[in-house]
């Protein structure tokens, strides 16, 4: 089928103007000059006019169906991703785990079972390492190789979980450095912020407030630092930083940019929006909504400002959701008076593209670095452009339509997540998601949903193109 996008502005990272775009199959074959396309028999006429037409968002980390403290995160591939494709979202790269203990193929074959046949847009993975050893770092070569997967997250957090020591993160970010591909890191010192953890809960300090105050900044800081030292060390292994929220954090990374490095980072919407004194905080244990790792930061510390800020000069990168849902009934309640039980996560995979769109309107960024951080920057980072990330000739026809006109509001009332509450309950946003295109089929148009499971396709992703 043939679809004609007529009238609209079309959006992507280096500027915006008026053209037609004609979707043959799954593909953008051609954009003209408003009203000069030729007569397309049979063509279904998407009418753009007023609107902004902007490639379809790529949310690079999220945690679909991911085993956590005694539970799982609520969303399947099928309603996480159905979730995504209503807020714009038409990629996923969610994050196959490997245990301390268990095979690197093992974990990704049982990812693969979680997501085929069940995602309404297309996916692909990054690998978690969570035990560093000869067998896992053999491993790494051959995702690199045969399975698509050129990025691998590590973590100085969740000792006992997920946790590396820095030799672990050494070796493997030598490994990373034969093979082109990308680390990625949770920096926050765990072994120390568990020793604060253990003396909270001896004071009696159970709230979920205390999440955040044991995970302070310095150690969020003295985390990057370290793994910027150590991917040095390394031969300057590519670095990218996950879930950035901490200005000095911040600070360590634009540091090491301005000395040409290869560091990257993104934020996530939450921290962007919330804070802990006003959500985190909460009365009772209503905070536990909003436990999340990085913890949301203080409104009184210049935090939200500079990420902002980092937003715009590109110290930060991307903007991921870090999609980790779980319900407050029953999950989240695990935690009750313990918040260290608390399951990490927050829910907004559908939110993304809305949220920083708001921030186009309050004057933060422009529509063009917005198109850019939501989708161009992340399918670049790893390896999925020009397929997805730009509209353009020989993309994957993957297009929001979105209208600066409507509004959106966000709620539980509303939202298409597994989730019995919403971090953004009662979120104004100046603008809304108007038709949604996959790979050449119309997942949302006109308020009706006409995405299905099975639509969705893996995607082997290549090496980063920010690496010469
Ligand atoms: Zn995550």
Redo the contacts with the bound molecule.
């Keep these: 089928m043939s679809i004609l996008i007529t009238g609209g502005t079309v959006v992507t990272a280096s500027g915006r103007h008026a053209a037609d775009v004609l979707v043959e199959g799954e593909t953008i074959t051609a954009l003209f000059a408003p009203g000069r396309a030729p007569d397309v028999p049979g063509a279904r006429i998407v009418d753009a006019t007023g609107k902004y037409v902007i490639p379809g968002g790529v949310d690079a ?1 999220t ?1 679909m169906e991911l085993p956590f403290g005694g539970t799982f995160a609520s969303d399947t591939f099928e309603s996480g991703t159905r979730a995504a494709a209503f807020g714009g979202t038409t990629t996923i790269v969610d ?1 196959a785990v490997q245990r301390s203990g268990e095979n690197v193929h093992d974990g990704l074959a049982a990812w693969h079972a979680k997501a085929e046949g069940n995602c309404h847009i297309d996916y692909a993975f990054h690998m978690i390492i969570g035990g560093v050893d000869d067998e896992s770092l053999k491993a790494m070569d051959t995702l690199v190789d045969a399975e698509g997967i050129s990025s691998f997250k590590l973590f100085m957090a969740y000792p006992g979980v997920f946790y590396s020591d820095d030799g672990q993160i050494l070796r493997a970010m030598q490994k990373a450095r034969d093979n082109g591909s990308m680390i990625m890191m ?1 920096a926050e010192n765990g072994i120390a912020i568990d020793v604060l953890i253990g003396q909270a809960l001896t004071r009696g300090e159970t709230d979920p407030v205390h999440h955040g105050l044991t995970r302070p900044a310095e150690l969020e800081a003295e985390a990057t630092r370290r793994a910027i030292s150590l991917a040095q060390v390394a031969g300057d292994t590519p670095l990218y930083i ?2 950035l929220s901490a200005s000095q954090a911040l600070e360590a990374v634009a540091q090491a940019r301005d000395t040409g490095r290869n560091v990257f980072a993104e934020t996530c919407p939450q921290y962007l929006y919330l804070t802990l004194e006003d959500q985190l905080g909460a009365p009772g244990f209503e905070g536990a909504k909003w436990v999340c790792s990085t913890p949301l930061r203080s409104r009184h510390e210049p935090h939200q400002r500079d990420l902002w800020r980092g937003l715009r000069s590109n110290d930060l990168a991307i903007v991921s959701t ?1 999609h ?1 849902p779980f319900c407050f009934k029953d999950q989240k309640e695990l935690g009750l008076g313990d918040f260290s039980k608390i399951p990490n996560g927050i829910g907004g995979v559908e939110h993304r593209v809305d949220l920083l769109y708001q921030g186009v309107v309050d004057g933060k960024l422009s529509l063009e670095r917005w198109v850019e951080t939501i989708a161009t920057t992340p399918a670049r980072m790893f390896g999925l452009y020009p397929r997805k990330g730009v509209i353009a000739p020989g993309a994957d026809a993957d297009i929001v339509v979105y209208d600066p006109s409507g509004r959106t509001t966000i709620s539980v009332h509303t939202h298409h997540m597994n989730m019995d509450h919403s971090a953004y309950e009662g979120f104004e946003i100046a603008g809304k998601v108007d038709t949604v295109i996959s790979r050449g089929s119309v997942l949302l148009s006109g308020g009706e949903y006409h995405g299905r499971k099975g639509h969705g396709r893996y995607l082997r992703r290549g090496l980063s193109s920010y690496l010469v």
């Design positions: 980390h945690h994050f949770h996950v879930h870090d980790c």
